[in-house]
């Protein structure tokens, strides 16, 4: 189970936030035109929603790349999880412009 469906706006949040992962995507394409892929991010959110943790759970994205979604989701903030905390995956795609 993914453990979103006890975080109401998980999807919501994610979609508001999409300038930072394009943010982050714009930025290595500069050093790497052929930048891209799928960054699965593990996210914890704590019983406030906040984002405890966050951490790649696969990624074929470059290094770079890969943090800087990452972090992208560490400032996030969701609505408080019903049972206190949860950990959901968000794929977070980003494809190379061929």
Do not use: H, Q
Not at 8 to 29: E, I, Q, S
Not at 54 to 82: Q, W, Y
């Amino acid at each position: 189970s993914s453990g979103s469906s006890n975080v109401k706006d998980a999807d919501a949040v994610v979609a508001r936030n999409r300038y930072r992962f394009k943010a982050c995507y714009n930025k290595a394409l500069a050093t790497d035109p052929t930048a891209g892929g799928t960054v699965r991010v593990s996210v914890k959110v704590g019983e406030g929603g906040e984002v405890v943790s966050a951490s790649a759970a696969s990624s074929d994205a470059p290094p770079g790349l890969t943090d800087c979604i990452v972090n992208s989701f560490r400032s996030m903030k969701f609505s408080d999880p019903e049972g206190g905390s949860a950990t959901f995956t968000v794929p977070v795609v980003l494809s190379a412009k061929r």
